[in-house]
């Protein structure tokens, strides 16, 4: 594709930085977050770099998409919540902080009070990682 060797979901693609991948096709690549703002919060991303909704081809986008509902299908069955996101940013008043194009698969539960610019904490590596096996397993 056009891989940008700055750009850190291009080198989680390229196996270069690990994660916890939940999915691949030949357009799109799907992990867990490694910030979690719920439990279950996924990231579906192209392979084509594109910084936002902006940039990204019609084609990535659609692909995207796709794997967004296979991936919160999946999600929905292994952490079931009370309900779920499926979100996208754009520049920093959204909170934008990775210029590859992306989309949250973001679990939601009764009264989280999570707002919209939720901050970034790290989250549990290795209940990441048990997660992200379950997961797979409702794929
Ligand atoms: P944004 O704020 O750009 O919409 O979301 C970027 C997301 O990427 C954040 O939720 C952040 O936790 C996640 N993220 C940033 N760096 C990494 C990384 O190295 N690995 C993984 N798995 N997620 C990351
Ligand atoms: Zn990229």
Request: hydrophobic content about 45%; overall charge negative.
């Amino acid at each position: 594709m056009n891989p940008d060797p700055d750009c850190i979901f291009c080198k989680i693609i390229a196996g270069e930085i690990p994660c916890f991948k939940l999915y691949e096709d030949k357009a799109t690549f799907a992990f867990m977050d490694i910030n979690p703002a719920n439990e279950g919060h996924a990231l579906v991303i192209p392979r084509e770099h594109a910084a936002d909704v902006h940039a990204v081809s019609a084609e990535a986008i659609a692909a995207t998409v796709v794997t967004a509902k296979k991936i919160a299908t999946a999600v929905e069955r292994t952490v079931k919540p009370d309900g779920l996101n499926l979100l996208q940013c754009n520049g920093p008043a959204a909170a934008q902080s990775v210029l590859h194009f992306h989309m949250h698969v973001l679990p939601r539960f009764d009264n989280d009070e999570l707002k919209l610019n939720w901050g970034l904490q790290p989250g549990d590596m290795d209940a990441i990682g048990a997660l992200a096996e379950r997961i797979r397993a409702n794929l």
